[in-house]
């Protein structure tokens, strides 16, 4: 992994570090360990940028931001798989983009036939028929939201949306996934953060996009990006950056996408990253 960034070169100070949480950031037990925090306060001190990169909603977002100091430091929050982009320090929106009001009850409806669980966010609630079913539960715990159950999801479901999310099985999910992909074609976007959930968004919103975004936002170029994850989705943002980290413990597919990889969120893989960034002595 060294040897990637010695040969590319890259300038902290000039480098936007975009980070998934989930199996990334944090480890299994959901938490930013004190060798990763450490690190990351190095990169900042060198005048690098930080941008959390995830699926989670904003709300789910902002306690991991505020853990690592953004709001006073400085960074950004890429929420709903790059439908939303704050800055932490202004809480002002960079970038915003909903679903279609009109495919919500298309959605709804698919949801039945499959026989999958819909959910969606409003405010510090996750919007669902089935508040028992246990990945709508997950999401809860992962997020720090409450569920609040309705009784029916299109008829409710009438305000702005960035993110639905449909949940079951992983085996079972990926042929949904397949046939959701089939039936939308380009006109909307789809796919897996885990093998369990599975996330829809408008057109064109994937983590790599939006990134471009906010590199143009900053004065930058893709040269400046190092992107580092470990799921489905995190792979458009790993192609696209200058250097691609997978985490030892990400997909296999993840890992195919990436310039080199990273030790496991569990072994404090990014302070590894940063380690190599900022051309520490330690041998990887």
């Given at each position: 992994m060294r040897e990637i960034f010695r040969q590319r070169k890259m300038d902290p100070?000039?480098?936007?570090?975009?980070?998934?949480?989930?199996?990334?950031?944090?480890?299994?037990?959901?938490?930013?360990?004190?060798?990763?925090?450490?690190?990351?306060?190095?990169?900042?001190?060198?005048?690098?940028?930080?941008?959390?990169?995830?699926?989670?909603?904003?709300?789910?977002?902002?306690?991991?931001?505020?853990?690592?100091?953004?709001?006073?430091?400085?960074?950004?929050?890429?929420?709903?798989?790059?439908?939303?982009?704050?800055?932490?320090?202004?809480?002002?929106?960079?970038?915003?983009?909903?679903?279609?009001?009109?495919?919500?009850?298309?959605?709804?409806?698919?949801?039945?036939?499959?026989?999958?669980?819909?959910?969606?966010y409003e405010d510090d609630c996750i919007i669902t028929e089935q508040p028992e079913d246990i990945y709508c539960v997950k999401e809860s715990q992962i997020n720090h939201m409450k569920i609040k159950q309705v009784k029916s999801f299109s008829?409710?479901?009438?305000?702005?949306?960035?993110?639905?999310?449909?949940?079951?099985?992983?085996?079972?999910?990926?042929?949904?996934?397949?046939?959701?992909?089939?039936?939308?074609?380009?006109?909307?976007?789809i796919c897996r953060s885990e093998p369990y959930f599975l996330e829809v968004t408008a057109n064109g919103i994937d983590k790599a996009g939006t990134l471009a975004r906010v590199l143009e936002q900053l004065q930058l170029n893709k040269q400046n990006l190092v992107a580092c994850g470990d799921g489905f989705n995190d792979i458009s943002m790993i192609s696209y950056a200058e250097i691609g980290v997978a985490m030892t413990n990400g997909s296999e597919k993840t890992k195919a996408s990436a310039d080199c990889i990273a030790p496991s969120n569990d072994d404090d893989g990014i302070a590894a990253v940063i380690d190599c960034l900022l051309e520490n002595t330690v041998k990887l």
């Open positions: 100070a000039k480098c936007l570090l975009a980070l998934d949480i989930d199996g990334t950031l944090t480890n299994s037990e959901k938490k930013v360990t004190g060798k990763v925090q450490h690190a990351l306060d190095q990169f900042v001190a060198a005048g690098g940028r930080i941008i959390l990169a995830s699926g989670r909603p904003t709300y789910g977002i902002v306690p991991v931001a505020e853990t690592l100091g953004l709001p006073e430091k400085g960074g950004y929050i890429l929420a709903y798989n790059g439908g939303r982009v704050m800055d932490c320090k202004t809480g002002r929106y960079l970038y915003e983009k909903n679903l279609p009001q009109d495919v919500i009850p298309v959605l709804a409806r698919q949801a039945k036939e499959f026989g999958v669980n819909i959910m969606t008829d409710y479901v009438i305000f702005p949306v960035t993110k639905c999310l449909l949940t079951a099985d992983g085996d079972y999910l990926q042929q949904v996934e397949e046939k959701m992909k089939a039936y939308w074609g380009e006109k909307l976007s």
